[in-house]
């Protein structure tokens, strides 16, 4: 099985601020990688598919970069409502394993 | 507009069955890749099954699910299954649902239904 090994798992910001997550591939996925945004008592919300492709209806300040073994999920200007747990995904090969997941928090 | 909402879930006892439910609207279902996904209390993701779509009724298991879990479509109902047998207490979570796009990738998700696995 892949594994997807998330780093941090946990980072304080604050509103404005530039933050990067990463998210590493035990082995080469192309870039067959989703990143989900979730919130307490909500389901997962696709952010960026294909690792760059930004899926429709979500805002400009998110971006995903990466290939191969090493991707990453920048939020550029924090809002108040990104704060949330983002979790990265590989489907590249069965089983689609998640990472840990990354608590974003004010 | 899309929408996808799953039902089912309930408390059942170890050893015992669920049959989980995911109504599917405003899109055609057959033309669609199915994930369920789940999560269990506190933690995090985890993927527990695909059915894909079309001619190829072909679906994939996390080892964990393998041969206890089956998921099923009924694209005339537009509706998804996870039947799911011989419970444990480990399969305690909420259950989501997703349509998949590309490759597999969970566009759309149900609100999730929590299925708790005790005696």
């Known amino acids: 099985d892949i594994q997807m090994t998330q780093s941090p798992s946990f980072v304080s910001a604050s509103v404005g601020d530039r933050v990067t997550i990463t998210c590493r591939a035990s082995q080469d996925i192309n870039t067959w990688l989703a990143w989900f945004q979730q919130k307490p008592g909500k389901a997962p919300k696709l952010l960026i598919y294909s690792a760059f492709i930004l899926q429709s209806g979500v805002p400009s300040r998110f971006s995903g970069s990466g290939s191969g073994t090493d991707f990453s999920l920048t939020i550029n200007s924090l809002q108040p409502e990104d704060f949330a747990t983002y979790y990265c995904q590989q489907t590249d090969s069965f089983p689609h394993t998640l990472g840990q997941g990354t608590r974003l928090e004010i | 507009e899309v929408q996808l909402l799953e039902s089912g879930g309930g408390l059942v006892q170890p050893g015992g069955s669920l049959r989980l439910s995911c109504a599917v609207s405003?899109?055609?279902?057959?033309?669609?890749?199915f994930s369920w996904v789940r999560q269990a209390p506190g933690k995090g993701l985890e993927w527990v099954a695909t059915?894909?779509?079309?001619?190829?009724?072909?679906?994939r298991y996390a080892e964990s699910v393998k041969g206890r879990f089956t998921v099923s479509r009924d694209d005339s109902k537009n509706t998804l299954f996870l039947q799911m047998n011989s419970l444990r207490a480990e399969d305690t979570a909420v259950y989501y649902c997703?349509?998949?796009?590309?490759?597999?990738?969970?566009?759309?998700w149900g609100q999730g239904t929590l299925v708790t696995v005790s005696s």
């Open positions: 997703a349509r998949t796009i590309v490759r597999f990738f969970g566009d759309y």
């Open positions: 059915f894909f779509h079309g001619d190829n009724a072909d679906s």
């Open positions: 405003g899109f055609t279902s057959s033309n669609h890749a």
